[in-house]
């Protein structure tokens, strides 16, 4: 059962010792009329203390959409105001589907999370021959990185040349022995199910999970792409790199706009865009059981433990990973956390039957960082950890 997830997450907080900042118990926004009040003053707060241009918002409770909502501009320049239409880049939200992808496979007799990836696809280096699929998915897999921190390919090298680079590279670690994100793993992922499954992973993905679940606004793509409903991407921050590692940032007082390329064999990295409308309606046929089974879900959703009894995570909030699937471990309302670019975030909490969706056009929005309040006008003991 699902909430058997709910409980393990809970008991491996207690054990570990409670996160410091879940200690402070969340206040209801300005003692607001009413739920609706109350969500859109808090977002628009929020809105206005990040300096977020636009922002979508979906909220489904006990399997229904309860709330959505559409702010600020799509495109500043042009002044195109959010509606429930735009559609919005979610990043590394887009590891979930993948996970998902993977596990429909499993379901299907064709995909063994704990084999060998090179029994799945061939030519690959001597040295990847110890990682299982299971490894690249919880990124235990020790694999050099393919793209620095501000989302380039290695070495500024074409597409090609940059899978053929890392795969020259050491691995940075024994397998399955250390926590260390990574887009290599993904990328070689998204390998594997197209090999598996005869067909383009955005294919599988698109068939399996976008029409299954009626999403339809669901694509790939990334910011070059010029369509009229894809939300402009904007950051302040310009970052300092020394090689593949931001070593410093410098902040803008006003927003510059972003462009992001991926090339095809990144998406299964973070090449989703969609609405939260879309996200929410994937939630639900999800909790439904329509893409994966009850047991499917449990081990997408369940944090990887490490040799050392240890789980590892994003952060001290966000801090346990599952099969493409980021999880808050805490002893009262956990929540599983998907998150993308540091623009948009879902929070499912499976113990309280609710799921908060946030997209953002910002990189440095940080929706993780409350989410937790839009939930906590549902959950009234909700402790928000930021």
Excluded: C
């Amino acid at each position: 059962m699902l909430n058997k997830i709910s409980a393990a997450m809970g008991l491996i907080t207690v054990i570990g010792g409670l996160a410091d900042s879940a200690n402070a118990q969340t206040t209801p926004v300005a003692e607001a009329d009413n739920k609706t009040a109350a969500i859109e003053r808090l977002v628009q707060d929020e809105m206005a203390a990040r300096r977020i241009p636009g922002l979508q918002l979906a909220i489904v409770k006990s399997g229904e959409i309860v709330f959505t909502g559409a702010y600020g501009q799509t495109n500043l320049e042009t002044a195109t105001p959010v509606t429930e239409r735009t559609v919005f880049m979610i990043n590394s939200i887009s590891k979930a589907f993948t996970g998902v992808a993977a596990m429909q496979l499993v379901e299907a007799g064709k995909l063994d999370l704990d084999a060998s990836v090179t029994q799945y696809l061939e030519g690959l280096p001597a040295s990847w021959k110890e990682i299982t699929v299971r490894q690249i998915l919880t990124h235990t897999s020790g694999l050099p990185e393919i793209i620095d921190d501000n989302t380039r390919l290695i070495d500024g090298a074409e597409p090609d040349a940059a899978w053929a680079k890392v795969q020259e590279l050491p691995l940075r670690s024994a397998p399955g022995t250390q926590y260390a994100y990574n887009q290599t793993g993904y990328a070689l992922m998204g390998k594997i199910i197209e090999r598996i499954s005869g067909k383009p992973f955005v294919d599988f993905v698109r068939e399996g999970q976008f029409n299954a679940a009626g999403m339809a606004q669901a694509r790939f793509g990334h910011t070059a792409d010029t369509v009229p409903e894809l939300a402009s991407l904007y950051t302040y921050l310009t970052l300092k790199m020394e090689g593949m590692r931001a070593v410093g940032v410098e902040r803008s007082e006003t927003p510059m706009a972003r462009h992001e390329t991926w090339p095809a064999y990144m998406h299964p990295t973070g090449g989703v865009q969609t609405t939260a409308r879309d996200l929410a309606a994937w939630v639900i046929a999800l909790q439904n059981r329509k893409l994966v089974s009850e047991r499917g879900l449990e081990q997408l959703w369940a944090p990887q433990q490490l040799p050392d009894g240890s789980y590892r995570g994003f952060n001290r909030t966000i801090n346990g990973y599952g099969l493409g699937w980021p999880s808050i471990r805490r002893a009262e309302h956990p929540a599983i956390t998907p998150t993308g670019g540091d623009r948009a975030a879902i929070f499912i909490y499976p113990e309280d039957d609710l799921t908060v969706i946030v997209l953002t056009n910002l990189m440095g929005a940080s929706p993780q960082k409350f989410v937790d309040k839009i939930a906590a006008q549902y959950i009234s003991d909700l402790a928000v950890e930021n």
